[in-house]
Every structure is written in structure tokens, then in C-alpha cells.
């Protein structure tokens, strides 16, 4: 049973297959747990077994309400007030619409966890706008799309929990948070270099003033949403709470600022939070239940093991399996959605790298940043589409708009690649 290489090829073929007919992934991954589980003659019991397990874990608690924290705060205005925060910071210079697209989306990363979310609700402001004051649609749409990748790195990121999960649990949720934080504020300074440096080189238009009177107010209605993050690290690097309960403590956050400080959601909107909340985690445990049983074969198969071997015999050098590895992970982001290849590779990847003196937290860093890049890269782009529906052009246009920003991004990949100080030095100031 171990090793049967048509078992392999039984559980990637009926996978690829159900891809390419288009039948959703997660019940492709069930779909192929399936029938190589009847070829092995394992009990279906077992097969069940790994899929309640998935889902037996007290770290996935976060995920439900990170998520609901994330629909509340995106339903009761805080996008706004993190635009008129970030205008009042940056938007009198040149190109300041465009940087403070580029701000707000750093702002709001850090309240929504989730680039499809800040691309939707920062987008929808921030184009049209930009389209009106003299950027063209492309140029908005590619700025909007690039930094919403921020909210993949920056916590809370639903994404790095799910990392978590995939890896045994075996990697500290809280650990991970602190990781993404010098690397998702070293990526917006990127953005915002580059947004800086074509928006003078294209004569874009400076910002308006915000005029001193209206100060206390933006800055007092942006920091009591900026107050999500800020209580979630400090919670967690001070021990107050674990990143679990954190999740808890910014839904309840959310909650009061919504709906009794701004007073913009209330209780009939709350119903339409609800809905959507359990909508998107509907679909995520699904997804989370069935990779438990891909992945359970998978380990049966040795199919890591054998990939690790196979990886690490082609050289001995680190820098050069850690290229391979991140050439591996930004094609595979271009051909599928982030959660999904999070659930796949992660126990066949993480053990190449950590055989190569790649720690798992920056490790799990490294494939945020691969995966969010796949979010925002055709022909699978998730966050590429929001972006073009949102500025009303074709995902071609929406794709040229992007790539002046790859270049960046990349850079940042790089760097987290090799220096690990900047994902380890916050976790390990925290003892984590």
C-alpha cells in the first residue's frame, strides 16, 4: 500500500481531473481521497475519521471569528475612516491618491485578513475616485490590487492560521502573526516607492490638504479601528491572550466600535454580517475537512518524503532549494486559490525546507507572500478579478496594471527567503 505508484497517480489524476472540469476543490480533494481509499482497500471509517480530525482543533476557532470580525469592520464604515486617516498622513504629495490606496490597504490588512476583502471594500472607494482626479484605470487598479496583498502577511491573516493547521499544529499561530508584521510593513514601503516614484514620473496629481480643523476627528474615528490590530499583537506578545482568544476579543471589538461608536451597522444589517461570515466559512471548513483526508494519504503514500528527496538530491545548496521551492509556489498560485494550496503543499514543502535550515514560521511567511502573488497572477487570480470588476476594465488591462508592481513584491520574497531576522526577530523579542 505504501508507496503504490498507482495509488500516486489515482489520487493527483482524479484530482487534476475534477480541476479541470471545473468541480469546486475541495470536493475534488474528497473526490480523490475517495477512490484511492477504495483502490488501497482502506476502511471508509478511516477515511472519515481524518476528516473529523481536521476539524477537531481548538486553533480553527479563530478562523470563525477573525472572519466575523473582519465582515463586521468592512460593514460599519471602517474603510472610509482608514481612507481619511491615510489622506490626512499622505495624501497632499504627489500621488498622494494613489499612496494612500496603498495606506489604507496596509490599514485595513490588518483589520480584514483577507485581500479579496480590501480589494471589494478599498477598491470600491478608492477607483473611481482615482479615474475622476486624473490616474488612468489601469494605474488604479493595479495599485488597489498589488497592496491588497498586504492583508495576507499583516495579521490577523485566517491564511497563516490555516498554515498552522496544516502543519501539524505544530507552529505557533501567535508566532506567525508577529512573523507577518516587518514583512508586510516592509512590502507597503515597496509599494509606496514605487507608487511614489510612477506617479512622479507620470505627473499624477498631488492630494488636497486635509484642512487642521477636521484632525482630531479623522484621527480619532481611524485609530479606534487601528485599535484591532494594535490589541491583537500586544495581547499576544504580552501573553495577555492566546491568538485564539484574540479572535474572540476583535469580534467583540468590532461589534462596539460598528455598531455603538460609528453607529453604522445595526442589528438588521448584523443578519446580512451573519450571512456572509457563514458563507465564506461554509466553503473554508469544507475545504479544511477534505484536505485532511488528501493529506492523511498523501503521508500514507509518502508522496513528502519522496518529493523532499527528490528536491534536495537535485542540489545540496539551500539558496538553491529554497529558489526551486519558491519557482514551485508562484506557478502553482497562478492555477489555484491560496487556502487550497496551503492545505496541499505544506506537508509536502515544509519539510524540504526545514531540512535546509528553513525555519517553519518563516517558512510559513515565505508562502504567504508565494500564494499572495498567485491571488493577483491570471489565469486563476482571484484578487485580479475583484480588482477589474471593481475599475470596471478587462483583466487583461487589470493584468498590465500589475506587473510594475511585481517587481517589488518579488524583491520582498527575496528577502524574506533569505534574511530570517525578518520574520523571526518579533516572535522571538516575544518568546515565541
Given at each position: 500500500?505504501?508507496?503504490d505508484p498507482l495509488a500516486?497517480?489515482?489520487?493527483?489524476?482524479?484530482?487534476?481531473?475534477?480541476?479541470?472540469?471545473?468541480?469546486?476543490?475541495?470536493?475534488?480533494?474528497?473526490?480523490?481521497?475517495?477512490?484511492?481509499?477504495?483502490?488501497?482497500?482502506?476502511?471508509?471509517?478511516?477515511?472519515?475519521?481524518?476528516?473529523?480530525?481536521?476539524?477537531?482543533?481548538?486553533?480553527?476557532?479563530?478562523?470563525?471569528?477573525?472572519?466575523?470580525?473582519?465582515?463586521?469592520?468592512?460593514?460599519?464604515?471602517?474603510?472610509?475612516?482608514?481612507?481619511?486617516?491615510?489622506?490626512?498622513?499622505?495624501?497632499?504629495?504627489?500621488?498622494?491618491?494613489?499612496?494612500?490606496?496603498?495606506?489604507?490597504?496596509?490599514?485595513?490588512?490588518?483589520?480584514?485578513?483577507?485581500?479579496?476583502?480590501?480589494?471589494?471594500?478599498?477598491?470600491?472607494?478608492?477607483?473611481?475616485?482615482m479615474k475622476r482626479t486624473?490616474?488612468?484605470?489601469?494605474?488604479?487598479?493595479?495599485?488597489?490590487?498589488?497592496?491588497?496583498?498586504?492583508?495576507?502577511?499583516?495579521?490577523?491573516?485566517?491564511?497563516?492560521?490555516?498554515?498552522?493547521?496544516?502543519?501539524?499544529?505544530?507552529?505557533?499561530?501567535?508566532?506567525?502573526?508577529?512573523?507577518?508584521?516587518?514583512?508586510?510593513?516592509?512590502?507597503?514601503?515597496?509599494?509606496?516607492?514605487?507608487?511614489?516614484?510612477?506617479?512622479?514620473?507620470?505627473?499624477?496629481?498631488?492630494?488636497?490638504?486635509?484642512?487642521?480643523?477636521?484632525?482630531?476627528?479623522?484621527?480619532?474615528?481611524?485609530?479606534?479601528?487601528?485599535?484591532?490590530?494594535?490589541?491583537?499583537?500586544?495581547?499576544?506578545?504580552?501573553?495577555?491572550?492566546?491568538?485564539?482568544?484574540?479572535?474572540?476579543?476583535?469580534?467583540?471589538?468590532?461589534?462596539?466600535?460598528?455598531?455603538?461608536?460609528?453607529?453604522?451597522?445595526?442589528?438588521?444589517?448584523?443578519?446580512?454580517?451573519?450571512?456572509?461570515?457563514?458563507?465564506?466559512?461554509?466553503?473554508?471548513?469544507?475545504?479544511?475537512?477534505?484536505?485532511?483526508?488528501?493529506?492523511?494519504?498523501?503521508?500514507?503514500?509518502?508522496?513528502?518524503?519522496?518529493?523532499?528527496?527528490?528536491?534536495?538530491?537535485?542540489?545540496?545548496?539551500?539558496?538553491?532549494?529554497?529558489l526551486l521551492i519558491n519557482?514551485?509556489?508562484?506557478?502553482?498560485?497562478?492555477?489555484?486559490?491560496?487556502?487550497?494550496?496551503?492545505?496541499?503543499?505544506?506537508?509536502?514543502?515544509?519539510?524540504?525546507?526545514?531540512?535546509?535550515?528553513?525555519?517553519?514560521?518563516?517558512?510559513?511567511?515565505?508562502?504567504?507572500?508565494?500564494?499572495?502573488?498567485?491571488?493577483?497572477?491570471?489565469?486563476?487570480?482571484?484578487?485580479?478579478?475583484?480588482?477589474?470588476?471593481?475599475?470596471?476594465?478587462?483583466?487583461?488591462?487589470?493584468?498590465?496594471?500589475?506587473?510594475?508592481?511585481?517587481?517589488?513584491?518579488?524583491?520582498?520574497?527575496?528577502?524574506?527567503?533569505?534574511?530570517?531576522?525578518?520574520?523571526?526577530?518579533?516572535?522571538?523579542?516575544?518568546?515565541?
Amino acid at each position: 500500500m505504501i508507496g503504490d505508484p498507482l495509488a500516486v497517480a489515482i489520487l493527483i489524476g482524479v484530482f487534476v481531473a475534477a480541476l479541470a472540469l471545473r468541480i469546486p476543490i475541495a470536493l475534488g480533494l474528497a473526490l480523490a481521497s475517495l477512490c484511492t481509499a477504495l483502490y488501497l482497500q482502506i476502511p471508509l471509517p478511516v477515511v472519515g475519521q481524518q476528516i473529523v480530525n481536521a476539524l477537531l482543533t481548538f486553533p480553527l476557532l479563530a478562523i470563525p471569528f477573525f472572519v466575523l470580525a473582519g465582515e463586521i469592520m468592512g460593514a460599519g464604515g471602517i474603510s472610509r475612516r482608514l481612507i481619511d486617516l491615510a489622506n490626512l498622513m499622505i495624501g497632499r504629495l504627489r500621488g498622494g491618491m494613489a499612496m494612500l490606496n496603498v495606506m489604507a490597504s496596509t490599514f485595513f490588512g490588518g483589520i480584514s485578513g483577507s485581500a479579496v476583502a480590501d480589494t471589494s471594500s478599498i477598491g470600491s472607494v478608492m477607483v473611481p475616485v482615482m479615474k475622476r482626479t486624473g490616474y488612468d484605470a489601469r494605474f488604479s487598479v493595479g495599485v488597489t490590487v498589488s497592496s491588497s496583498i498586504q492583508g495576507v502577511l499583516i495579521p490577523p491573516s485566517h491564511n497563516m492560521i490555516i498554515y498552522s493547521l496544516a502543519a501539524g499544529g505544530s507552529v505557533s499561530i501567535g508566532a506567525l502573526f508577529l512573523a507577518g508584521v516587518l514583512p508586510g510593513l516592509l512590502l507597503a514601503l515597496a509599494l509606496l516607492g514605487l507608487t511614489y516614484y510612477l506617479s512622479w514620473r507620470r505627473k499624477y496629481p498631488k492630494g488636497e490638504r486635509v484642512p487642521l480643523r477636521e484632525w482630531p476627528r479623522v484621527i480619532w474615528q481611524g485609530s479606534l479601528g487601528l485599535l484591532t490590530p494594535v490589541i491583537i499583537i500586544g495581547g499576544v506578545m504580552t501573553g495577555v491572550f492566546t491568538a485564539t482568544e484574540s479572535a474572540a476579543i476583535a469580534c467583540v471589538w468590532a461589534l462596539v466600535v460598528s455598531l455603538v461608536v460609528y453607529r453604522e451597522l445595526t442589528p438588521r444589517g448584523l443578519i446580512g454580517v451573519l450571512n456572509r461570515a457563514t458563507r465564506t466559512l461554509s466553503s473554508v471548513l469544507f475545504l479544511i475537512a477534505s484536505a485532511g483526508a488528501f493529506g492523511y494519504l498523501m503521508t500514507q503514500l509518502r508522496i513528502p518524503a519522496a518529493l523532499t528527496q527528490s528536491l534536495t538530491g537535485m542540489s545540496d545548496n539551500p539558496i538553491v532549494v529554497l529558489l526551486l521551492i519558491n519557482l514551485m509556489l508562484l506557478a502553482l498560485g497562478t492555477v489555484m486559490d491560496m487556502a487550497p494550496l496551503i492545505l496541499i503543499t505544506t506537508p509536502i514543502l515544509l519539510p524540504v525546507a526545514t531540512s535546509v535550515g528553513m525555519d517553519p514560521v518563516q517558512f510559513g511567511v515565505m508562502l504567504m507572500l508565494n500564494l499572495g502573488l498567485g491571488l493577483i497572477t491570471p489565469p486563476v487570480g482571484g484578487v485580479l478579478f475583484v480588482g477589474a470588476a471593481v475599475g470596471d476594465i478587462r483583466v487583461e488591462d487589470a493584468t498590465r496594471g500589475v506587473l510594475p508592481f511585481y517587481a517589488p513584491m518579488l524583491l520582498v520574497l527575496l528577502a524574506i527567503t533569505f534574511v530570517p531576522a525578518l520574520s523571526l526577530w518579533l516572535p522571538s523579542l516575544a518568546g515565541l
